[in-house]
């Protein structure tokens, strides 16, 4: 077999492998956006809108973290700006409607499979799809309990 008639295997391969390494940051992406949407379960004494938040600034500024590490003064400015933005909708999101949290999160979901298809902050590989993951479960979550008018302290 030559190496063009092997090149489709090794790509589907690879391929397969991928989504292998894939697969667990995604379960636990899961579990932690159910957690990310129960979360103000965990703080009853504090209004719900605070505890999504600080749940979304947190997630926000993981990145920064993960800028400073990439070391790159570009990389840090973009991610800075990006996390500010996050910032400014989950403050407004305290005194606003619920659905700035779910689009926030929405939002973020987005950055970050922005961020797995282009690698920008470099050391994050498994990260973006695991924080995607997060954000999208806890999105629909706390969507599906506004339209279902479920409320456990709006």
């Known amino acids: 077999m030559t190496a063009s008639e092997r090149a489709p295997d090794m790509q589907r391969s690879r391929a397969t ?20 949407a129960a979360s103000p379960l965990g703080f009853f004494w504090l209004h719900d809108a605070i505890v999504y938040a600080f749940g979304l600034v947190l997630i926000a500024a993981v990145y920064v973290g993960f800028a400073v ?15 500010s933005v996050f910032v ?16 926030g999160l929405a939002g973020h979901g987005l950055k970050d499979l922005w961020q797995h298809r282009t690698g ?13 993951t997060v954000d999208v479960v806890a999105a629909t ?5 506004i339209v279902a008018d479920v409320r456990v302290g709006w």
């Open 88 to 103: 400014v909708v989950a403050a407004v999101g305290v005194t606003g409607s619920a659905w700035l949290f779910v689009a």
């Open 120 to 132: 920008f902050v470099a050391g994050t590989r498994w990260w973006p799809p695991f924080c995607a």
């Open 141 to 145: 979550l706390i969507a599906v309990t």
């Open 17 to 36: 492998a991928g989504a292998r390494g894939l697969r667990t940051p995604i379960m636990w992406g899961v579990v932690w956006g159910c957690l990310q």
């Open 69 to 83: 590490a990439d070391g790159r003064s570009r990389v840090l400015a973009v991610e800075i700006g990006v996390a």
